[in-house]
């Protein structure tokens, strides 16, 4: 039966009632980013009334105390602060349940609880499971799903999986683990999260390729000389994240998901239209077509990795990569990479994409810079002293979300001097409002069964097949392209540098 | 206009010499960031409004960020006069840097008044959309001259004392300009009372519920009669039920009505209007086998939503629309939209009135 007051209310697809089930419910995701979301779509009116959240993890706790620990913390990260009425409500539906993630008796009594509060509030049955859990449980999770049946819906509602990155550590676990997925859920109910495609600013590129008609026709060969992708972190390995970052690397954590997503959106065609798969079809083309770098000599020319040697950050000093707490002394892991992507299209021929990822660089940002070729050298370029500079757009993912344009203006004066200047866009100055929180966007989304700013199985993969090429160069027997090292508080390693020279570029600095 | 009055509006400025005085104000402090996504404009008849609409403004800057253009007119005034006054709205943006909108006042006096449409248009900042907010009722300063030029227009119906000349002018208007948006803010002020009703429909019980619905009983405040009859023509018309031939209204000050729905049922409507009340009070809906109602206890910024049927029942609450019309045009600037539903609704809405 649909709703027709909903009309004109919002617009987007319409979020579904259901029952949220999040397996390591205990943990630090479902206290600082899951619940917190929940909560703020709550108070925006933007939850559908009836959704009942479950918390599945190993503890032994009654959900007084699994409340009262969410409501301690989302007083402190909360996004619109924290009411103690509207969480009284709230709270009501959050429960918590016990068990092993191993342990298939555990979801028969999932599932009987599942059923029983649906019976209660007579509602359909929709679920949705969240796996907040490390990678080593989604094969126990989701095989004790399918044996309590629990990945089959009732008549009219569905069964949804949303599945937390690491989405495997090369080509071959994740093709297991979406094997796995797609063993239990069929792959329209599946939903590969990747937060960075929830940022108000990953959503408004294609709004700015496609809803503006002057950027496209420039957005091609013709008038592109490079794109940038920066995503610097001041951050170390601080709170024990040594650990899990050691087994990963810069290019497993951040490039082959995140960045690699920003990249197809950068470089994407139009697509026919704004469905989930249209869109999709299109990112997935972009992953296809970037050249691989299947040998270790090109591994070598294209690829820099690197980790900090002891430095300044803010004032303060810090450790190199190797010194840092839970990592290996020895690590052969980077805490850096750059990368030029050819991007093997007839829009992007020829165009570099370069890519860098670290850690303990100078400060963090994460943002996208579109270098436009130079004015010919003729007129106001041919005048000795003029900067050759060509017109940068630069989309800023965050912190301060927003938009800006570089372009070549004449200096006041009698004399004629060029220098570049800047046209600026802030969303938080523009706009005002705080924008919501990539969860919050990205859980309803998936209430609404809308999957675009999702991972589908075949993005998943394409974009390790090119990763596990260089990965396996790093790791091969002989022949391994160096490590390099640069001071933590700089801007990276002379390499990463000289990557760029080679084509006659610069990095932009930030 | 008295000295305290001078004092909130900011420096006084020679009419010519605005855009000049502005570009003065900026190059003073190089700290502040100059924000502007639009004009908007805030005209009133009413004595002392300038000063009240400049905090007015300044609030609702914290969020919108605009080019804010102030008009108080005085017809009854002998003398013809046009003051005017400049200042910036400032607010710390993530506790850093100090994010400004312009505002300029401006005071029409005697015959001058006539001239307040060119004193808008002659300050706008070009290319950005002007939203024009006016207090009170439509008057004949409100022209098409005007009204062709404007984006967006807000007004609050519960204010007018005069509503049925103010809402033909204001048809008038769309009939001129079908692409003019207004937001009426007594249509705002049933925002979250749309907003949990729909939340309570998606419960599929309600839902199923709809077609056996039986009666609708809304309380309301005396001054937001026209907030409890939006509501009212907004759910029948979504429900997809018209007006009954018997349509009834009996005079009294509290209204019956009747709609009829696709089968020919009769559904009565019941609005009772209480001094006492919030803008909206309740809101109950009854069918044969579900009981919906959302309420707000007075002084409550919040919402009781409360659905009662034969197998389960669901208490919660929810945000409640503001009672400070600052903050409800913020909130109603914020949601933006061309507002077709309300235009929509409009003509069964009129039925009612
Ligand atoms: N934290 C973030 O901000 C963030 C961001 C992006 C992605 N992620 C990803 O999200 C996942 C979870 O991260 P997290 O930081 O929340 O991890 P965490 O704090 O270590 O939490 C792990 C959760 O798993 C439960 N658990 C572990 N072993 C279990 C077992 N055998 N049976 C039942 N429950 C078990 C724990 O329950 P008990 O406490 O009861 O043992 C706890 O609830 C990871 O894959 C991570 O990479 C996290």
Redesign the interface.
Known sequence: MSNPFREDLVSRSRPESCTVVIFGATGDLTHRKLIPALYNLAIDGELPSNVKIVGFARRDKSDEVFREGLKELNKDVSRSGHNDEIWNDFEQTVHYHQSEFQDLDGYKRLADRLDAIDTERGSKGNRLFYIASAPEFFDDILQNLKDAGLNNAAKGAWARVIVEKPFGTDLATAQHLNQVVNNTFEEKDTYRIDHYLGKETAQNIMVLRFANAIFEPLWNSRYIEQIQITCSEHLGMEGGRGGYYDTAGAMRDMVQNHLLQLLSLVAMEPPTDLSADGVRDEKVKVIRSLRQWDTPELVAENVVRAQYTAGHIHGKSVVGYCEEDRVDPESNTEAYVAVRCMVDTWRWSGVPFYVRMGKRLPKKATEISVHFKSAPNVLFNAIPGASDEGNVLVIRIQPDEGISLRMVSKLPGTSLRLEPVKMDFHYSTSFGKGSPEAYERLLLDSMAGDATLFARRDEVEEAWKFVDHIEQAWHAEENQPPMAEFTAGSWGPEEAEDLLAKDGNTWRRL | MTDSENMALGTPVEVANIEKELYKLWEADEAR?N?S?MNFAVYSEEKGSLAKNSDIVRKIT????CRAILVGIDKQAKEKTVSAWITAHCHL??GQ?S?CCEQIAFHLTGRSTGRFRNTIFANLQSDLPLILWWQGDLSNMFSEGLYRRINRLVIDSSDWKNPIDSFKLMSEAWGDKKSLVIQDLAWTRTY?Y????????????A??S?PTTQKIKVVANPKHRFSALLMVAW?CD???WQPSQDLVDDGDLNGSYRFEKKNGELVDVEVKYDDESMPISKFEVISDSVEICISRNKGDD?LH?L?K?S??T?D????ADSIDGAELVTNQL?RG?KN??YKRIFPKFLDLV
């Open positions: 960031t924000a996504l914290r969020e919108h960020a943006a993530h840097k994010v979250n749309r907003l949990a009703v729909a939340a309570l429909y998606d419960d599929p019980m839902a199923e709809l759910y979504l429900a997809g919040l939503h659905l049927c197998k389960h669901l919660t609450h929810g945000q914020s939209g077709s539903l």
